[in-house]
């Protein structure tokens, strides 16, 4: 009779830890589980923010293309400007002959 107790509190024992470790197994795969949905989270967040980062670089780069185009543009009309001030200038210079020529 103590021989079955005995073998029945090495089972209850050995019960509680097969029990035990399964729970804690269970706790681990929930733990993996909610581990692997955070990296998933995170991997389209980064996914999201190098789109985004793309699409900013696209841009910038077009800013670039018109900013260039502009300066282009912005110095030829300041060489026109410049060419316009010195024919002025000689329009200015032959006035003053043709008027030195008449005082004479």
Avoid: C, P
Wanted: charged share 20%; proline share 0%.
């Amino acid at each position: 009779m103590g021989f079955l107790i005995l073998l029945l509190v090495i089972l209850s024992v050995l019960n509680w830890r097969l029990i035990h470790q399964h729970q804690h197994l269970l706790n681990e795969a929930n733990a993996q589980i909610e581990l692997q949905t955070q990296v998933d989270a995170l991997e389209l967040n980064l996914q999201k923010t190098l789109e985004i980062m793309q699409d900013l670089a696209k841009k910038m780069q077009l800013q670039q293309e018109v900013l260039d185009l502009t300066a282009l543009k912005l110095n030829q009309v300041e060489q026109q400007n410049a060419d316009l001030v010195g024919l002025v200038s000689d329009l200015v210079g032959l006035k003053e002959s043709q008027r030195m020529i008449k005082k004479l």
